[in-house]
């Protein structure tokens, strides 16, 4: 029992002993672990009251009161012009007395609760925001203070680097101990950017809503206030629905602060958004619909547009401004003449080159002032026959030649039965003088040789991205395209079948000279053989010289292409040079039919016309760089095909003015144009030959040859006898 005890006794005391030594060691780690923690904290505290010390001890900045900010970013045109701005046009400094007490609270609950307490920094969102910049390993938060953000507005860039904001508390610093915190506060909201070129509050109040600052509502100046985070975001011109939310998350705070009562917070809440018609900044652009498409390539190369308004950066674009002030005198005169005054009666114009995609002019409308809508890249309107080439490109990449003879007669295809204007047949023609007199029934069944198929696949690789029904009746342009894709497409006739993706800015520097971009080497995507560019290139110069598309000559070797839809809704004329490629359109917002007279072949070509003069001035006369073409006036042998030819016998009982369905689209001239080529096509139709008759008398010449052998080539464009060129 004794010796139990004993050992019963030992082993407690051995149990006691561990703990004490375990509890020993824990203790030990612990006060190490709480020691550590302690002499971080101590060190972390002696940092902070140092760096607030260094600070404080910052002198102040001389002359602030009078500083006027370098914030003008310019647009330039390759010719050097200024086309726009951002210096700020409707920059008003506002006294701080006379800034509405409500914008002031919306402001500081919304950008800086604490304004009034601090010392132009607030250390306690700076440790949070630094620890979540750390973790992120780039800046991901920021903790601005007004005083900050007027720094960093008169003096930095918005850059995001631990950098910029090191300099920005230091000239924080610096600016508490220069003027006074409402001196502050008065010059933040006169030099804050605030979208849609407004520089402080009351641009701001002029631009959304064309009123002074002091007649704006709660509801208007939340507005205002929530703009600094993310001017071009809130911008309510760009997305109203997007300005009112962050409008509501102002009032919010401001009841949240107490800044109004319950009762303005819902009032405030539920007022609708009433804009100014126009952004008075943007009438001083002298190309205002090319700036627009500027800065959405800018945001798409990374540049915000905070950054680009304030950081006096030069952009150098690729506009050539005197095509571009030509393009924009065409539109106006040229809508006046034909008596296309309204507001309703648009036209758009691009012009680019094939060679390296530089855009050389660029009119999305008539009037930026009156609609901002760009019916270069927005609109999508059908382009009637101009559409037609992309037919023709698909035939000849299988083999159709321009001479290969195609019948123009009456053709049905299921239900489609399409009519050529004035119901004028020609019989078998050459298939060049086909598309130069823009034949419906030819294009009808050259789509049907070819196959649908193949017309989408050569419009899908020439850029026109837009969607393209599976029907025959796409060959005479039902189907809507964009100027933009259009435009381009052509460009691989000029290019030897290349196609290269347009471009605008060439170069960005900042105002010390730095290049921060530079255009890359242009890309270009091969799509089309350079025979088919060649072959189609000679089709389309016989266009503009003998053909629809005469008002749009200009002297010089161009090809190009008429288009009008049906009840003359649109018309188009697409053309080009070696050298340039421009794409016009006219017609109305609304999609009402013009009269009869506005066709593709009188307004749009004469508006080609003034631009193309002015655009091509560098380049001289300079020629297509292609192998020579022969355009003949007719089969060159008594058994060749007719493309369209077994359509006849199920064709040859029905008269033209028998075809039940109406023209898909009509590519008459004006009265004067169309007198002059009617007179020609009169002379060179021929009557339409029965189907059981030989093929040697069905294949009789398009136009009758001048002291020709059958078999002379007649070189481009003799597609009629020079006697009746002559004529006319």
């Known amino acids: ?27 030990g780690f612990f006060s190490t672990l709480k020691f550590l923690f302690l002499m971080g904290c101590a ?54 007395k006379d800034i509405p007490e409500n914008l002031k609270k919306a402001l500081i609950a919304t950008e800086d609760k ?18 979540q910049n750390v973790m992120a390993g780039h800046v991901v938060q920021g903790a601005s203070t007004l005083t900050q953000q007027l720094a960093r507005v008169l003096f930095l860039n918005n850059e995001r680097t631990f950098d910029r904001k090191l300099k920005e508390l230091f000239i924080a610093a610096r600016i508490e101990k220069t003027i006074s915190k409402d001196q502050i506060l008065e010059m933040y909201m006169n030099n804050v950017y605030l979208g849609a070129g407004a520089y402080g509050v009351e641009g701001a109040s002029q631009i959304y809503f064309d009123k002074h600052l002091k007649d704006c509502s709660l509801s208007e100046l939340a507005l205002i206030a929530g703009l600094p985070q993310a001017p071009s975001v809130y911008n309510p011109f ?14 919010m705070r401001m009841y949240k602060m107490r800044y109004i009562t319950k009762a303005e917070y819902e009032s405030a809440k539920s007022a609708d958004v009433k804009l100014a018609k126009v952004p008075q900044y943007y009438t001083t652009n002298k190309a205002p619909y ?152 030819c294009a009808a069944r050259m789509i049907k040789e070819v196959g649908i198929r193949s017309v989408i696949q050569i419009a899908r690789v020439l850029g026109i991205e837009t969607p393209i029904e599976y029907d025959y009746t796409i060959a005479l342009g039902s189907n809507g395209v964009k100027l933009f894709e259009f435009t381009r497409a052509y460009g691989a006739f000029a290019n030897g079948g290349f196609v290269v993706q347009p471009y605008a800015i060439e170069r960005v520097e900042t105002s010390r000279g730095k290049v921060v971009y530079k255009a890359p080497k242009t890309r270009f995507t091969h799509q089309l053989s350079m025979n088919t560019s060649a072959q189609m290139t000679a089709m389309l110069k016989t266009v503009i010289t003998n053909g629809t598309g005469r008002a749009a000559n200009i002297g010089k070797p161009a090809a190009g292409k008429t288009g009008t839809t049906d009840d003359n809704k649109d018309a188009y004329f697409m053309g080009y040079t070696p050298n340039v490629v421009t794409g016009v359109w006219v017609g109305n917002d609304d999609n009402i039919a013009m009269n009869k007279s ?76 169309a007198k002059q080529v009617n007179n020609i096509l009169k002379k060179t139709e021929t009557q339409t030959q029965p189907a059981q008759q030989p093929v040697q008398q069905q294949a009789q010449p398009a136009v009758k040859p001048v002291q020709k052998p059958a078999t002379a080539p007649i070189p481009i464009p003799m597609a009629v006898p020079e006697s009746l060129n002559q004529q006319h």
Not at 238 to 251: F, G, P, T, Y
Not at 350 to 368: C, E, L, N, Q, W
């Open 1 to 27: 029992m004794t010796k139990y005890k004993v050992n019963s006794t030992a082993k407690k005391m051995a149990r006691e002993n561990i703990s004490k030594k375990s509890k020993k060691k824990q203790g």
């Open 43 to 96: 060190c972390a505290l002696a940092g902070i009251a140092s760096f607030e010390l260094y600070l404080s001890s910052l002198p102040p900045i001389n002359n602030l009161e009078q500083f006027k900010p370098n914030i003008v970013t310019k647009i330039y045109s390759a010719d050097e012009e200024i086309i726009k701005t951002f210096t700020a046009y409707t920059y008003e400094k506002i006294e701080l």
């Open 114 to 131: 604490n304004f009034y307490r601090h010392h132009g920094y607030d250390l306690t969102g700076l440790v949070r925001s630094t620890v």
């Open 238 to 251: 760009n997305n109203k629905d997007l300005a009112i939310k962050r409008r509501n998350q102002v009032l």
């Open 290 to 441: 090319f700036c627009d498409y500027v800065m959405k390539e800018l945001e798409k190369l990374g540049f915000d547009e905070t950054e680009i308004t304030q950081g006096g950066y030069k952009i150098v674009t690729t506009l050539d401004y005197k095509t571009q002030k030509a393009t924009d005198e065409a539109i106006d005169k040229n809508l006046k003449n034909w008596g296309l005054r309204g507001d309703n009666n648009q036209a758009a114009v691009f012009s680019y080159s094939p060679v390296d995609g530089r855009i050389i002019a660029y009119a999305g409308g008539k009037d930026y002032a009156k609609s901002q809508y760009d019916r270069v890249t927005q609109a999508v309107r059908p382009p009637g026959s101009s559409f037609k080439p992309i037919v023709y490109a698909a035939a000849l990449e299988k083999g159709i030649t321009p001479n290969d003879m195609i019948e123009d007669k009456p053709v049905t295809i299921g239900h489609w039965s399409p009519r050529n204007a004035g119901n004028k047949y020609r019989g078998p023609i050459p298939v060049y003088t086909a598309l130069m007199v823009s034949s419906n029934v």
């Open 598 to 673: 506005i066709q593709g072949a009188t307004v749009p070509a004469i508006i080609w016309k003034d631009v193309m003069r002015v655009a091509t001035e560098p380049y001289g006369k300079a020629d297509f760089n292609y192998p020579e073409v022969k355009l003949m006036p007719f089969a060159a042998g008594a058994n060749v095909k007719i493309i369209g030819e077994e359509d006849e016998e199920q064709e040859q009982d029905k008269k033209p003015e028998e075809q039940p369905a109406p023209s898909e689209n009509s590519d008459l001239t004006s009265e004067d144009i």
